[in-house]
């Protein structure tokens, strides 16, 4: 008993007719009588009843029919398991991050992920922290990059790195002489700040606040270029993430640590806590934990200092 005869058969039992279940089958109708034939030989009884040009099922028909049908259920499962395994890097991704990550850390671990899985379909979106958060919740995203705290149950939150925020300054400012910059020298200081609906302007505010600082907010943006560009023209200084400071090339502006007790952020990846991940999912998770990781470590930063 073979595989294609129970193909054979159930298709002429289900169609009740040799003709249509060789077209369904895709061979010539001699082949498919000869291989049914050969099955009843094998079983030793016959299996269909021909009635000129109709067939119908024997009882020793019909019990096989049953058998027959689970087993190519079965097979058919099994096949397209095994296809599925084997094409799962195929399979679809969808990563989301924060405003003031997004534009530093995607692009670098989006290559490294496209190289090793070229056939990966990934899709990206960039937006505010609660929105982000609220579309890994609710399953619209796979994966999120986001600076903590993140507050929910549904997720699983995984810590990445820690990185200060660093003073900018435009280029020339009286304190770039300085190695570190103590925050109550910036008192009279005019500010470009991140917009406070960025978690990051949040921080930053809160940050002068604690140490009696009250700047003199001179521009607000949503961009964190903006802010930078904004530095560069004269318009104030800033606290930016030392990723925004790591990406910028231009001697417009210079970066200094902050003494004492500095600000800083911890990086995250999240995802639903509930949520299968597919191998894809799970594969683009361990690249972006290894690299991620080591590359962006605190220790190991050297912050430029253009004079």
Same mark, same amino acid.
């Given at each position: 008993?073979?595989?294609?005869?129970?193909?054979?058969?159930?298709?002429?039992?289900?169609?009740?007719?040799?003709? @249509?279940?060789?077209?369904?089958?895709?061979?010539?109708?001699?082949?498919?009588?000869?291989?049914?034939?050969?099955?009843?030989?094998?079983?030793?009884?016959?299996?269909?009843?021909?009635?000129?040009?109709?067939? @119908?099922?024997?009882?020793?028909?019909?019990?096989?029919?049953?058998?027959?049908?689970?087993?190519?259920?079965? !097979?058919?499962?099994?096949?397209?398991?095994a296809k599925a395994e084997g094409d799962w890097q195929a399979d679809r991704?969808?990563?989301?991050?924060?405003?003031?990550?997004?534009?530093?850390?995607?692009?670098?671990?989006?290559? =490294?992920?496209?190289?090793?899985?070229?056939?990966?379909?990934?899709?990206?979106?960039?937006?505010?922290?609660?929105?982000?958060?609220?579309?890994?919740?609710?399953?619209?995203?796979?994966?999120?990059? !986001?600076?903590?705290?993140?507050?929910?149950?549904?997720?699983?939150?995984?810590?990445?790195?820690?990185?200060?925020?660093?003073?900018?300054?435009?280029?020339?400012?009286?304190?770039?002489?300085?190695?570190?910059?103590?925050?109550?020298?910036?008192?009279?200081?005019?500010?470009?700040?991140?917009?406070?609906?960025?978690?990051?302007?949040?921080?930053?505010?809160?940050?002068?606040?604690?140490?009696?600082?009250?700047?003199?907010?001179?521009?607000?943006?949503?961009?964190?270029?903006?802010?930078?560009?904004?530095?560069?023209?004269?318009?104030?200084?800033?606290?930016?993430?030392?990723?925004?400071?790591?990406?910028?090339?231009?001697?417009?502006?210079?970066? @200094?640590?902050?003494?004492?007790?500095?600000?800083?952020?911890?990086? =995250?990846?999240?995802?639903?806590?509930?949520?299968?991940?597919?191998?894809?999912?799970?594969?683009?998770?361990?690249?972006?934990?290894?690299?991620?990781?080591?590359?962006?470590?605190?220790?190991?930063?050297?912050?430029?200092?253009?004079?």
């Amino acid at each position: 008993m073979e595989l294609h005869q129970l193909r054979y058969f159930v298709a002429v039992a289900e169609l009740e007719h040799f003709t @249509r279940a060789a077209a369904r089958c895709r061979v010539s109708q001699p082949s498919l009588s000869q291989q049914i034939m050969k099955l009843e030989r094998d079983l030793g009884q016959p299996l269909l009843e021909r009635l000129g040009r109709s067939v @119908r099922l024997t009882d020793a028909g019909r019990s096989l029919y049953g058998r027959a049908t689970a087993i190519l259920r079965l !097979v058919d499962e099994a096949q397209a398991h095994a296809k599925a395994e084997g094409d799962w890097q195929a399979d679809r991704v969808s990563v989301a991050a924060i405003l003031t990550v997004a534009p530093y850390l995607l692009p670098p671990l989006i290559n =490294a992920f496209q190289r090793s899985y070229p056939r990966g379909r990934l899709t990206v979106r960039e937006d505010f922290t609660a929105k982000v958060v609220a579309a890994v919740a609710s399953g619209d995203v796979d994966l999120a990059f !986001v600076a903590l705290p993140v507050d929910d149950d549904r997720l699983t939150v995984e810590p990445l790195f820690d990185e200060p925020l660093l003073l900018a300054m435009p280029a020339g400012h009286r304190l770039e002489s300085r190695k570190r910059v103590d925050i109550r020298d910036l008192d009279d200081e005019p500010f470009v700040l991140i917009d406070e609906t960025h978690c990051l302007g949040e921080q930053i505010v809160g940050f002068c606040r604690q140490h009696t600082c009250a700047p003199m907010i001179a521009c607000t943006s949503a961009q964190m270029l903006t802010v930078q560009e904004m530095v560069g023209l004269g318009q104030g200084v800033s606290l930016v993430p030392e990723m925004a400071a790591r990406a910028d090339r231009s001697r417009k502006r210079t970066y @200094r640590q902050l003494d004492g007790n500095a600000p800083r952020r911890t990086l =995250a990846m999240i995802r639903r806590r509930d949520r299968q991940p597919n191998r894809l999912l799970e594969a683009f998770w361990q690249l972006a934990d290894k690299s991620l990781r080591p590359a962006t470590s605190a220790s190991t930063v050297k912050h430029k200092a253009r004079t």
